[in-house]
């Protein structure tokens, strides 16, 4: 189970990858809902993961939010939250240019390393 604060950043770590290409739909919204109960036992509202949306504007602002956070999160979350990542972004059997940057920078925001992220790729098809 996850604490509020990092149930956020989950939350807005996919919605970050869901709005990559600027459109947030009730599909993907429901894809979240349940990836996040999956991996928190926490099911959010699908307001929640909007408002999540919402708050991602300054993508750069969240990143430093994400990076000066990552260190107080366990390595195991941190792993949890990529992988959740991933999949959103492979939902549609098609994973895009602004996905795929985006995953990679959430990665280093959150400490794990290009080549641990290369084999996460490889192994989360």
């Given at each position: ?50 408002d999540a949306s919402i ?71």
């Open positions: 189970m996850a604490n509020p604060e990092e149930l956020k950043l989950l939350i807005q770590c996919l919605a970050a990858i869901s709005m990559a290409d600027d459109d947030l739909d009730g599909r993907e919204i429901a894809t979240q809902i349940s990836m996040i109960e999956q991996i928190t036992g926490t099911a959010p509202s699908a307001e929640e993961i909007f708050d991602l504007e300054d993508w750069q602002d969240f990143l430093a939010t994400l990076s000066s956070k990552a260190p107080g999160l366990d390595a195991a979350f941190a792993t949890k939250i990529l992988h959740a990542c991933i999949l959103i972004g492979r939902a549609d059997n098609f994973m895009t240019d602004e996905e795929s940057e985006r995953i990679r920078q959430l990665s280093a925001a959150l400490g794990i390393s290009q080549e641990q992220l290369d084999k996460h790729l490889e192994t989360i098809r």
